[in-house]
């Protein structure tokens, strides 16, 4: 099947600092999409991205489709605490059955106080 | 609050038993999913529902497995003779409309085979 690399695997970050995260593949993906999910729920979508080279904002959340339909990058700016938690990034694959997401292993997020 | 409700959120089976996971979607999106999550790694499609049938299911998606929307209601998904590997989170979605329309997902059923 098709692969998601996401990265960082892990980020200890001091409350206010930003944050890059990214995904890359070696395929073409329509959709990108980008996830957040606390112990016990279920992942909560944060930006939906449709259009190469579209950069999207959500508040202090800023996401963007390459222009090479093969990765998407998401920012956050001034970290907070509530900000804690694993990140996804997932997509939809141009040469597939255009249903099932592909989703990245996640980058955990770790507000140091 | 989710957009989808997952029952039961946990679920103790024995090895080699029958279960059943049930979602209920709150809205009227037509497009179903299931997905699964081992302890510790990435989500995984398993199969999408439209119209009372399957438009597309994963590789994980084999025999063992079955979905069916039996009351126009809740969506379930049917995993017989179950292994100790398919002790995992298993959460439902749905989507508005195919091809890349965002997945709303619930807050999961924790399945655990002894």
């Known amino acids: 099947g098709q692969q998601l690399n996401q990265s960082p695997q892990s980020m200890f970050i001091q409350e206010g600092e930003d944050v890059s995260m990214n995904c890359t593949s070696s395929?073409?993906?329509?959709?990108w999409l980008w996830y957040k999910q606390d112990p016990g729920e279920g992942p909560v979508l944060l930006i939906a991205?449709?259009?190469?080279?579209e950069l999207t904002s959500n508040g202090r959340l800023t996401a963007q489709f390459g222009t090479t339909r093969k990765d998407s990058f998401l920012n956050i700016s001034a970290s907070i605490p509530s900000d804690v938690g694993i990140y996804f990034c997932?997509?939809?694959?141009?040469?597939?059955?255009?249903?099932?997401?592909?989703f990245g292993k996640g980058t955990h997020l770790i507000i140091q106080p | 609050e989710p957009e989808v409700t997952q029952t039961p959120s946990h679920q103790v089976t024995q090895m080699g038993q029958e279960v059943i996971l049930r979602c209920v979607p709150i809205?009227?999106?037509?497009?179903f999913y299931w997905y699964r999550q081992i302890l510790g790694q990435k989500v995984e499609f398993l199969v999408s529902f439209y119209n009372n049938e399957i438009s597309e299911k994963s590789e994980i998606f084999d025999d063992q497995f079955s979905v069916e929307r039996p009351d126009g209601s809740n969506f379930t998904l049917k995993i017989r003779s179950t292994k100790l590997e398919d002790s995992a989170m298993y959460f439902c979605a749905r989507s508005r409309d195919r091809g890349g329309q965002p997945q709303h997902f619930g807050d999961g059923t924790r399945l655990s085979i002894l």
């Open positions: 997932a997509g939809i694959y141009s040469g597939g059955g255009a249903d099932g997401l592909t």
């Open positions: 991205l449709y259009k190469a080279g």
């Open positions: 395929s073409i993906f329509n959709t």
């Open positions: 809205s009227n999106h037509l497009y």
